[in-house]
């Protein structure tokens, strides 16, 4: 099974959701609130959706360096 964590409640939005999106093309907060609201409601869920942000697009940058 796959663990998961909710990272906004206001909209039901789990970690692993978030890193799909990032997957998916989202590269900056806004796409992220555009694509899947987070933020936009109490805004408590920002600070964590920021540091996965950060997390995934360094994950990226790294893969990307290794294939080129």
């Known amino acids: 099974w796959f663990a998961f964590m909710y990272i906004c409640l206001c909209h039901g939005v789990t970690d692993k959701k978030i890193e799909q999106t990032i997957d998916d093309g989202a590269m900056t907060m806004r796409d992220l ?18 540091k996965i ?5 360094i ?3 790294d893969i990307t360096e290794q294939v080129a």
Not at 39 to 50: A, E, H, N
Not at 53 to 57: A, E, G, I, P
């Open 53 to 57: 942000l950060n997390r995934k697009l």
């Open 59 to 61: 994950e990226i940058a």
């Open 33 to 50: 609130s555009k694509e899947l609201q987070v933020g936009s409601q109490c805004g408590k869920c920002c600070g964590c959706c920021k």
